[in-house]
């Protein structure tokens, strides 16, 4: 029998796995704000000369802001600090604690919402799965490459532009920014969505992981729908 203080660790490893959870989320939704934003925004101006010719320093000022910031939450994901909040130490986090992913843990999960009959039969549809050592190199092997990407390209814009304004890299900014496309960054990010969302299924439905297979959810229809939106109203004001 298990003693109340094997439970209550339990129950606090628990909650640290969704505190972790949210809070990495958190940061992802609000890279997407920034990026989205800067898009929806820069597409704009692109179909719409005749406004931002009217105040040229102010657009440029809030995609710079934008673009500024996402790549400082960018770099934040993926610090390897064990003290922040980042992709990587969320993962070495669920590797360390990965009995929580147990078919017995996620019965115990279940109890509070399901009744003992539903409870039963839940769980009989809900097979023996485990985390193995290769899901977790799968994943660690994508956040690595994910990394690279971001080291390699957009950190130097990152250190040189918005953090440290570097006078060889001004002169070169419009070359810098030609490498950031727009699908790669996108990538970045749907990737981010895909890690949170197959532990989020594990912990919650016993979903085995498979990161070519999981649905995520991401924040671009929204935030171009509501940036877009913005725009067009704030068009129809300006004389």
Partial sequence: METVV??????????????????????????????????AIHNFLIDHKAEGNKSPFFWSTIKDALLGEFFVMIGRIFNEDKRSHSVVSF??????????????????RKKSELTPSDLESYMERIPNVTVSKDDFETIETG??????????????????????????????????YSKAFIN???????????????????????????????KYKSAKTIITKDVGEFLKRLSGKVE
């Fill in 91 to 108: 993962v070495r986090y669920c590797k360390v604690y990965n009995s929580i992913f147990s078919k017995k843990q996620l019965q115990q």
């Fill in 143 to 176: 956040i690595a490459d994910k990394k690279l990407v971001y080291y390699e390209k957009y950190e130097n814009i990152r250190d040189k532009i918005f953090a440290h304004k570097d006078l060889k890299t001004v002169r070169r900014e419009s070359d810098l």
């Fill in 184 to 214: 790669e960054l996108e990538e970045l990010l749907n990737f981010l969505n895909k890690v949170t969302q197959v532990f989020w299924e594990l912990y919650m439905n016993g979903t085995k992981i498979d990161l070519k297979k999981v």
């Fill in 6 to 39: 094997q439970e209550l660790k339990k129950a606090k490893t628990h909650d640290e796995f969704e505190d972790r959870l949210e809070v990495l989320q958190d940061e992802i939704v609000k890279a997407e704000l920034c990026f989205y934003s800067f898009i």
